[in-house]
C-alpha cells in the first residue's frame, strides 16, 4: 500500500481562504475588523520565526495584527500590564503569548491572566476545562488543524481507534480530548508506555507529538492507519555550514508504505496551526460581538 499524502500546505490555504471571506464580510456588513496581538519576550530564533509568519498571515486575511516584542529581562508585572491592557482594548480579539518565556517569567501564570474570551491559543486553564468537559471553548490550534485533517479524510471518527503519541498539554492532551469528543477510543500514550509498538498497532489513527526525529517506524502502524506527524526535528547537517534536513516524529518512507494516509514534514500539520489560529481570532471577534460564528 502507498498512504495518501495529506497535502497541509493547500489544506490550510483553503481554511485562509474562508477565514479571508469571514473578515471581509465582518468589515462590509459590521464595521468589525477581527485583531490578533501577539506578545513576544526575548528572541529566541525559532519564537522571532513563528512571530513573523503569524504577523503575515493576519494580515493577508485582511485582520489587524499588533505585535508587542518586550525585552528577554522584562519583568512579569510589566508583561501582565501589558495582557491587562489587551484583555481591555476592544480592537483585539484574540491573544497570543509566544512559547516558551524566559525563564524568570511563570507561564502558567501569564496564560491563565489573558482573558479566556481572547485566549486564541486555548491554553487558559478555563478553555482546557471547556474543552474536557465537551462545552464550547478555544481549542489549541495544532491539535484542532490535525482533527480537521481526519474528519476532511475520513468524514465521520466515530468508533475508530486513536493512539495519541506524547501527553503534553499544548499537543497531546486536547488531541485526546478533540479525538473522543469525535467519539474515537483513545490511548494517550508517553515515555512511560508499555510496548509502545503493540500499542500503536492497534491503532487506526496515530497523532505522534513526541518531539523524536522518525522514532515511529512503518513496522508500527497497522496497514491502512492514518498516521498524523505533529514533530517537527531538525536533524543535523551533513556538510558543515549546511542546515540540517526538517524531519518529523515518524519514519516517513516505511510508514507511508503501510499507511492509509500521512501527512509529510514539512508541509503537513505545520501550516494548518497557523491557519487555525488566525480562524480562532474570526471565532473569538465574533462571539465578542454577538455575532454567529463561522463553522
Ligand atoms: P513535549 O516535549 O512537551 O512532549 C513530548 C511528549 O512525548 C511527552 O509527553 C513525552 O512523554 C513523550 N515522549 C518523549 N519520548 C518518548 C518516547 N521515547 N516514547 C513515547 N513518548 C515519548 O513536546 P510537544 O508536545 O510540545 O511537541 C511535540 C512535537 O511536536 C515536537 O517535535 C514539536 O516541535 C512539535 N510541534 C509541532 C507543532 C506544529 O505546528 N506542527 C506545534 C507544537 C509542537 P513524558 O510526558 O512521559 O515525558
Redesign the pocket.
Known amino acids: 500500500m502507498t498512504a495518501k499524502v495529506i497535502d497541509g500546505k493547500a489544506f490550510a490555504a483553503t481554511v485562509r481562504e474562508k477565514v479571508a471571506g469571514h473578515v471581509a464580510r465582518l468589515k462590509e456588513e459590521h464595521g468589525i475588523t477581527p485583531g490578533l496581538a501577539v506578545v513576544l519576550v526575548g528572541e529566541d530564533p525559532a519564537s522571532q520565526v513563528y512571530v513573523r509568519s503569524k504577523g503575515k498571515q493576519t494580515v493577508e486575511v485582511g485582520m489587524n495584527s499588533f505585535e508587542h516584542k518586550l525585552e528577554a529581562d522584562t519583568s512579569e508585572a510589566d508583561l501582565l500590564a501589558l495582557i491587562d491592557q489587551l484583555n481591555n482594548d476592544p480592537s483585539v480579539h484574540g491573544i497570543l503569548v509566544q512559547l516558551p518565556l524566559p525563564g524568570h517569567l511563570n507561564e502558567d501564570l501569564v496564560i491563565n491572566s489573558i482573558d479566556p474570551a481572547k485566549d486564541v491559543d486555548g491554553f487558559h486553564i478555563s478553555n482546557v476545562g471547556l474543552l474536557g468537559t465537551g462545552q464550547k471553548s478555544m481549542v489549541p490550534c495544532?491539535p484542532l488543524g490535525c482533527l480537521m485533517m481526519l474528519r476532511d479524510h475520513h468524514g465521520s471518527l466515530s468508533g475508530m481507534n486513536a493512539v495519541v503519541?506524547?501527553?503534553?498539554n499544548?499537543?497531546?492532551k486536547p488531541m485526546a480530548q478533540l479525538l473522543l469528543g469525535d467519539s474515537c477510543t483513545v490511548t494517550i500514550?508517553?515515555?512511560?508506555?508499555k510496548d509502545?509498538p503493540g500499542v500503536v498497532r492497534g491503532a487506526d489513527i496515530v497523532v505522534a507529538?513526541?518531539?523524536?526525529p522518525e522514532?515511529v517506524p512503518g513496522d508500527w502502524i497497522k496497514p491502512g492507519a492514518m498516521v498524523i506527524d505533529?514533530?517537527?526535528?531538525r536533524l543535523p547537517p551533513e556538510e558543515e555550514g549546511g542546515k540540517g534536513r526538517l524531519v518529523g516524529?515518524c519514519h516517513y518512507d516505511s510508514c507511508a508504505e503501510v499507511a492509509g494516509a500521512i501527512t509529510p514534514v514539512p508541509g503537513g500539520?505545520?501550516p494548518m496551526?497557523i491557519a487555525c489560529l488566525l480562524a480562532n481570532t474570526v471565532t473569538a471577534c465574533c462571539r465578542a460581538n454577538g455575532l454567529a460564528e463561522p463553522e
Open positions: 495544532t503519541v506524547g501527553r503534553s499544548i499537543v497531546g500514550a508517553h515515555s512511560r508506555t509502545l507529538a513526541v518531539g523524536r522514532m505533529v514533530g517537527i526535528n516524529d500539520v505545520g496551526t
